[in-house]
């Protein structure tokens, strides 16, 4: 499994600025509501919205999401 991540939506952008991989938690939570946030809105801003980015690679919905 991955340990690090870093490119274009990562907190690092390079492989000299990597950040360890999150797995579930609160970035999760975060990300799966920018994503939905995201296919709501045609103008959705993620630099406004997150723009400390995300660290998570890998996860799961540990409960249903409602629409």
């Known amino acids: ?36 946030a995201e296919n709501h809105h045609s103008e959705f801003d993620w630099e406004k919205a997150h723009g400390d980015w995300f660290d998570e690679l890998h996860f799961t919905a540990s409960t249903p999401v409602s629409a």
């Open 1 to 36: 499994m991955q340990q690090l991540i870093f490119g274009q939506g990562a907190m690092g952008k390079t492989r000299a600025e990597a950040w360890p991989v999150v797995h579930g938690g609160e970035e999760a939570e975060r990300l799966l509501a920018a994503f939905g």
